[in-house]
């Protein structure tokens, strides 16, 4: 388990990173380095999603209180993530019971653009989000949902059959220069980017509580065996009040694409083999 201990120089690093594209980290990596370094030196799309939870894996009571789950540090890993991003993104549920300004104040770093799928239009004008004067908001809606005036950029996207197309999403994003997304919640909205192979780090960020009861972090479709489950490669890190697992889902997908294309090219040689003996 590696120690992640940032320093003024290794944040003014990352930060001038992340703002230029000629800019590089040292080959001598830190551990800070080594975690942040993805996300700040990421030119092309990246998505990133981020889930703060018990030991129990939950994220919130059953009567909805999600402060505090993070410690002190876990909460500061939060805002670095926020401030080396374009973009962060939740659902209308973490907006309607959180009533989040999803702004970076934790650490020194701009805040990133805020994002909510609000696919029914489900805001009414009078969130936080949308009257803070803070960072832009961009708001995503069903080209059927109801028409509402905003003070946010509204974008209306086709209506598939299982709601908003996380594809589409990033598309329009990624239309308005907005390339890393921090998917940040709900459970729901951060499975929908899972499921469609969509996230290239997905970090889990675990406090030392016990909540007993309530949501969890992460709703994917059910499982029946284990062996179904996803198994990804990750670095484990110590935050201080924190321990964050580091899930590399997409190097994961290209690496099981890349066995299963050599077992098909295994197959089809065993195949001639046979079929040709020599």
């Known amino acids: 388990m590696r120690r992640v201990e940032m320093t003024d120089q290794i944040w003014s690093d990352l930060l001038q990173a992340r703002n230029s594209s000629a800019s590089r980290l040292s080959t001598e990596r830190s551990a800070a380095s080594m975690l942040y370094g993805p996300l700040a030196e990421a030119r092309g799309p990246f998505v990133l999603a981020q889930v703060g939870q018990s030991l129990d894996g939950r994220v919130a009571t059953p009567f909805g209180d999600a402060r505090d789950i993070s410690g002190p540090d876990g909460l500061a890993h939060l805002h670095r993530c926020r401030a080396l991003m374009d973009a962060v993104l939740v659902g209308v549920g973490t907006v309607k019971a959180d009533n989040p300004r999803l702004s970076v104040r934790e650490v020194k770093g701009p805040d990133p653009v805020r994002v909510v799928i609000d ?3 489900e805001l009414t004008g009078s969130e936080r989000i949308l009257l803070d004067d803070g960072a832009p908001v961009i708001v995503i809606q069903s080209a059927k ?23 589409d999403i990033l598309n329009a994003l990624q239309a308005r220069g907005l390339k890393k997304v921090l998917v940040e919640g709900g459970a729901r909205t951060i499975a929908r980017f899972v499921e469609q192979d969509l996230i290239d780090h997905l970090h889990v960020s675990i406090a030392p509580l016990i909540i007993g009861s309530g949501p969890s972090g992460i709703s994917l479709n059910p499982i029946k065996f284990l062996s179904e489950a996803q198994r990804p490669q990750a670095s484990v890190y110590s935050l201080g009040s924190d321990i964050l697992f580091d899930c590399r889902l997409r190097a994961e997908a290209a690496s099981s694409i890349a066995r299963q294309g050599k077992d098909v090219q295994m197959a089809n040689s065993t195949a001639r083999e046979l079929m040709d003996p020599v």
């Open 119 to 121: 696919c029914r239009a």
């Open 145 to 167: 949902a109801p028409r509402r005036a905003l003070r946010a950029d509204v974008i209306r996207l086709p209506l598939k059959e299982r709601g908003l197309c996380p594809h």
